[in-house]
């Protein structure tokens, strides 16, 4: 619960001036995208320090666009569509900047991820979409965000930058990471069949 107050206090403090200037939800989307496109570019061409600057505040305006929806009665069916969309963009485009920069990690390695982090949204998507879970146990059980729900797998992806920049034990947490996702993945597959079967 206190943890709970923290975040939604942070994401009150961040969002305020976007809420004082009237933006509204769509465009912060897209913003987090365009951020998201100019780290990929400057990642490659080696711009380390501004590409990771990029990173953080395009994962930044994702965390905010929701609570912005929310806070000034703007929510969307369409708005949380493009939002999930643009979130699997986003994350595409971080790992192929990560692949195309440091062609010595194994594909295997980021294919693993992808696989782990785009099947998460999946997953849930189509349990509602075929009515094995409904919209509600989606939005009400904390537990169907799986083992490392999307911030954690941002912050994942944004600490194996780190460590490929710094070549600190790069190789070994990019494969704990993906193999992290890739259980979780599993966890959230399960957790979906266990729910479908109790509710049967």
Request: proline share 2%; glycine share 4%; charged share 20%.
């Amino acid at each position: 619960m206190q943890k709970m107050k923290i975040e939604e206090r942070a994401l009150e403090l961040i969002a305020k001036p976007f809420i004082y200037f009237n933006v509204k939800p769509i465009q912060i989307t897209i913003l987090s995208l365009f951020f998201a496109i100019i780290a990929s570019i400057l990642f490659y061409y080696s711009f380390f320090f501004f590409s990771l600057f990029f990173i953080f505040f395009s994962f930044l305006l994702d965390a905010i666009d929701g609570y912005v929806a929310r806070k000034t009665n703007r929510v969307t069916s369409l708005g949380a569509f493009l939002d999930g969309v643009f979130d699997r963009i986003v994350e595409f485009l971080i790992l192929l900047s990560l692949f195309l920069r440091f062609p010595s990690f194994s594909l295997q390695i980021i294919i693993a991820m992808a696989f782990g982090t785009f099947l998460h949204s999946f997953l849930k998507c189509y349990a509602v979409y075929r009515k094995v879970l409904s919209e509600k146990d989606v939005e009400k059980y904390s537990e169907f965000e799986g083992l490392m729900p999307r911030r954690i797998r941002v912050i994942g992806i944004f600490i194996m930058a780190l460590f490929m920049i710094s070549d600190f034990f790069a190789f070994e947490f990019s494969w704990f990471f993906a193999f992290s996702t890739f259980f979780s993945f599993l966890y959230l597959f399960f957790k979906i069949i266990k729910k479908a079967e109790e509710s049967k």
